[in-house]
Structures are given as C-alpha cells and as structure tokens.
C-alpha cells in the first residue's frame, strides 16, 4: 500500500483506500464576485534546496489583488519568519518589493497559510518580475530560506492536448464565459476563468489534477483504477474525510457525475480555529470510465455555502468521463 498525505493512491480490494483531500489553508481571502471571467497570473517557487522546505504560490488576477500561497516545511519549529518577495536571485536578492510580515512556524515546523497581496504590490512584483528575476524569502540569518519564482503572465490554464479529445467532452459548456475545459487522463472538466491548474501534491498518482481559484478556493478531480461497487466508493470517500478531518458528512445526497448515479457529501471541519465548509462527489465510472473510482473535492474559506454549492453543482455538470489519453 502506497499512503500519501493526500490518500491511498492503490490498495487491495480487501481494504478500502482513502480518497485524497485538500490540505486545509487557516487563513480565509475575501470571497471574490461570482462569475468573473478573467486571466490570472501564476509565479512558483521551490523554497530551499530543490524544494526541500516546500513551495509558494503567487496567483493574481489582471488589475486585482493577489494571493501569496504558502506551503512550507522543515522550519525550526515555532519560529518567527519574515516574508518578504524581493528583486534578484536567492544569490544575489535585491531590494524587497513587499513584505507578508511575520509567520510563524507551528510546532512541526510547518506554514501553512494564504495571504492577499495588495493590488499596488501585485503591480509592483509584476513590473519587477518583467524586467528580471524575483524571489521569496523567509526568515533571516541561520534560518533563511529561499526560493526563485517562476512563471508569470500567462492565459489562466491551457488544456492539455489529446490526439483524440472526447466529443461529449468537447461540447460540455464552461461554469461561466471565458472558462477553459481541462482535459485529465481520465476525464474532462471546466472551469470559469480565474482558475489555474495547480502542481500536484506529492505522491499523488496520476490520475490527479488541482487547481487554484480566485482568492483562497481549491478544487481537486480524481480517478483511480479501483473495481469497486457504488456502496463501497462512498464507504471508501466516508472514512477518508473521517481520518483526515475528524469529521462525519452532514448530508448525503444523490448526484449524476458524467450522466452516472454517484453521492455528494456535505460536513464541515475546523483546523486551528477555522471552520471549513467541505463538498465532495463520488461515483463509480461506466463506458469510457469503466473499472474506475471518480472523486472531486471542493473548498472555500472564505466563500458561502449557498453560492459554494451552486458553483461546485456548476462544475459537476460539465465533469465528463474520459479523454484517457
């Protein structure tokens, strides 16, 4: 059995696997307008040596304020640490474009927070960004740690080629205009504009996509070659979001994923203080999905639940089966 922080990627039919869920952010970012089509800019970071104190994400729509994402690891544990994105290298840094303050570190030596990035900042780090290199750095001293961004101004997402794309996949609409359909290796979903697709969490398999939405939203689509029944899926997606969330679903309801019978499920958890309204669906594939196990898990800090539902029933509806590519 292969265990990851985000689920059981395989396991013998004799044990249920645990369905991956998102690593829950503490801080909540304004709940942006609903519908709003635009392009996001995508800058990445790898801190420490390749990666080795984790990651940070710079997300910003155009003309708008940004998100600074960070998800670290191996810091001196309950430690102070200033966050500052500066011009230059980790080499050579340069004057400091902003400051996200002091963070600090939990007593397993993690940070895991979501930070809005002002929109006069944002423009400074773009404009910084497009005349050289620019970088992360947190803490100071023997506790510095660094990261070059990567990326940048770029169209929200691109679909990924397929030498055969799904027709049924091809006509499904977009959640709102200007939205892009993302093509898995085992389905098809869209998403409105502002979304980006996000690196996978270590030790994901490959039938994995996350994505980032505007403020601090987060969306994962799953598939895994798994012969289960429908009753065994749900058994499967119940005791994961109980082992990682302490939580039991509120509600269960019947749902269609790609025109199959699956189940929606509805709690909520609280992480360090923070309550967290959770959506998941999950189905047993037909046809093209056949043998497979499908999830997809939605949140939003910092959202409401009754627009939360609509969009996740939103992004349901265009969720299709294949390409399979």
């Known amino acids: 059995m292969t265990r990851t922080r985000y689920g059981i990627a395989r396991q013998t039919r004799a044990r249920l696997p645990l369905l991956g869920l ?16 635009a392009t996001s800019d995508v800058w990445r970071a790898k801190v420490g040596a390749s990666g080795a104190n984790g990651t940070a994400t710079l997300t910003a729509p155009a ?20 966050v500052k994105v500066v011009k230059g290298t980790c080499a050579a840094p340069g004057t400091a474009i902003w400051s996200a303050g002091t963070q600090r570190s939990t007593s397993a030596g993690k940070i895991a927070k979501s930070i809005t990035v002002p929109t006069a900042k944002m423009t400074a780090i773009r404009t910084a ?9 947190v803490g100071a001293g023997t506790k510095l ?19 055969s794309p ?14 892009t359909m993302f093509m898995g290796p085992h389905f098809t979903v869209a998403l409105p504009g502002g979304w980006a697709t996000a690196p996978p969490p270590e030790g994901s398999s490959y039938g994995t996509m996350t994505f980032v939405g505007p403020g601090d939203q987060w969306l994962k689509v799953a598939s895994w070659a798994l012969d289960y029944t429908p009753a065994e899926a749900l058994a499967a997606a119940i005791a994961n979001l109980k082992a990682q969330t302490g939580a039991d679903p509120e509600k269960i309801e019947d749902i269609t994923m790609a025109g199959v019978a699956g189940k ?7 992480r360090e203080g923070t309550r967290f309204h959770i959506l ?15 999830e997809m898990i939605y949140t939003n800090p910092s959202g409401t ?3 939360d539902r609509a969009f996740f029933l939103d992004v349901l509806a265009t969720f299709e089966f294949g390409p399979g590519f």
């Open 22 to 37: 998102v690593a829950l952010a503490v801080v909540a970012i304004a709940f942006p307008p609903t519908g709003a089509a």
């Open 63 to 82: 003309a708008a304020a940004g998100t600074l994402k960070l998800v670290l690891k191996a810091l001196t544990p309950s430690s102070a640490y200033a």
């Open 129 to 137: 960004a497009a005349a050289g290199p620019v970088a992360l750095r």
């Open 145 to 163: 740690r660094c990261g070059p961004f990567t990326g940048g101004p770029t169209p929200t997402a691109t679909p990924t080629p397929s030498a």
């Open 166 to 179: 799904s027709p049924s996949a091809s006509a499904s609409p977009s959640p709102s205009a200007g939205g």
């Open 264 to 270: 929606m499920l509805t709690l909520h958890a609280t």
């Open 280 to 294: 998941e669906a999950v189905c047993v594939g037909t046809g093209r999905g056949q043998g497979r196990v499908y």
């Open 305 to 307: 639940e009754a627009a």
